[in-house]
């Protein structure tokens, strides 16, 4: 404002620009308050419904622990369905693949961990799902489709453990000579990674099972 104006120039001043502007300044402050409003109100709902998902984890937790299957797969089905964007969804649906597993019900089980892997931003979690899909594929004679499923992305840390589940799909095929080569990859692997590790037992088993015969 002109610091050369009169007072009742600067009054007259101020009213012109709040009869101009006064309704703009008006929506202004309204919008930012909805705003606030709307922003407080979506925090409340998401802290409501992390609770809730929080309750039905521990109740999937005690079910497991019960070794009740209906009960873990149900609720599983109960967080997804209601808190799909929450790592409990996918920790449930974990437990609900290893119930299904010790049940016999292999597909729903392999299912299952695919919907996880299709739907998970956590790449470790992921790479962790991929290696049990293939080991799945495996158990229900789909040696094919466990290599491609290993062969999907990067194996990361788990490279070791990716190179024998690859050996066992060779090995499944009756291809001993690829299964030697790759689990001696998965060996120098782990060794590589746990240096002065006495290795894994049963790795070793494999390896010395195929140079054996």
Known sequence: MDEYMNEQEQWEFVRTWVRQNGPWVVAGVALAAAGLWGWKTWQAHKETGLLAANSQYEQL???FGKNDRATVVTLADKLVAEHP????????????VRMEVEN?????ALARLQ???????????????RLRIARLQIEQHQADAALATLAAGEAGAFAGRYAEVRGDALLSKGD????????R????????????SSGDDLLT????????S
Request: aromatic share 4%; no cysteine; hydrophobic share 50%.
């Open 61 to 63: 937790v005690t079910a």
């Open 85 to 96: 964007r929450t790592g409990y969804a996918e920790q449930a649906q974990l437990a609900a």
């Open 104 to 108: 016999g019900e292999l597909p729903a």
């Open 115 to 129: 919907r996880v892997a299709a739907g998970t931003s956590d790449a470790e979690l992921a790479l962790v799902v």
């Open 176 to 183: 001993r000579a690829g299964a030697l080569k790759a689990y």
């Open 185 to 196: 990859e998965a060996q120098a692997a782990q060794a590589a990674q746990a240096a002065g």
């Open 205 to 212: 088993l494999k390896i010395n099972e195929l140079t054996r």
